[in-house]
């Protein structure tokens, strides 16, 4: 998808007029409008793109038993439900694997083994929907950007991106005893 407020023509014309001396637009110039586009330009744009997304993604399964929106805006389809276990506290570890894709399909993470984290560790779309599956439930999630990695983005994953991910949760282990300590008695 190509950005109307970039047309590559001009900027191609405009980096032979700088290279040749006879630039129309000054160093200042340049760096203000890039600097706007990238900070309020392109996060608007893919902020609206991305609230497109997860408004086709509701709509198309508005009828599918297996899919929610919890009151956040986090979009999911339970797969499998796993046990009647589940993560409930934000320090839970939990043991996954997953794939992580953009909007349009393209995948941008992954796990080919299991990996191990604590709930408090990722981005709130996780935290949120991993406590709604047990131990060996697999959950589809579509991530509104404010809660995966918002307005600036992180990494390849640019502002404002919605973002998919397909996770099995192998198994987790509830805080409480995480960090069991012997009682001590009163004599101690």
């Known amino acids: ?22 630039s129309k637009v ?8 890039l600097q706007e586009y990238f900070m309020v330009r392109l996060p608007a744009k893919r902020l609206k793109e991305s609230e497109e997304f997860i408004s086709q993604i509701e709509e198309k399964n508005r009828n599918n038993a297996d899919f929610g929106r919890t009151e956040s805006g986090l979009l999911y389809q339970i797969i499998r439900p796993g046990s009647s276990e589940r993560p409930t506290s934000e320090l839970d570890k939990v043991r996954v694997t997953y794939v992580g894709t953009f909007k349009n399909g393209t995948e941008f993470d992954s796990s080919k083994d299991t990996v191990e984290f604590a709930l408090n560790r990722v981005i709130r779309g ?9 131990k060996g439930g697999e959950i589809r999630l ?22 998919v991910f397909d996770i099995n949760l192998i198994d987790f282990t509830p805080a409480q005893t995480q960090e069991e300590t012997p009682a001590m008695s009163p004599g101690m």
Request: a negative charge; zero cysteines; glycine letters at 14%.
């Open 142 to 163: 579509w991530i509104p950007p404010d809660l995966a990695y918002g307005q600036y983005g992180r990494g390849n994953i640019g502002p404002n991106e919605a973002l």
């Open 1 to 22: 998808m190509t950005d109307s407020t970039l047309n590559p023509k001009l900027i191609a014309a405009g980096l032979i007029d700088a290279f040749e001396g006879r």
């Open 26 to 33: 000054t160093r200042e110039d340049a760096t203000k409008f």
């Open 126 to 134: 996780w935290t949120e929907g991993l406590q709604l599956i047990g």
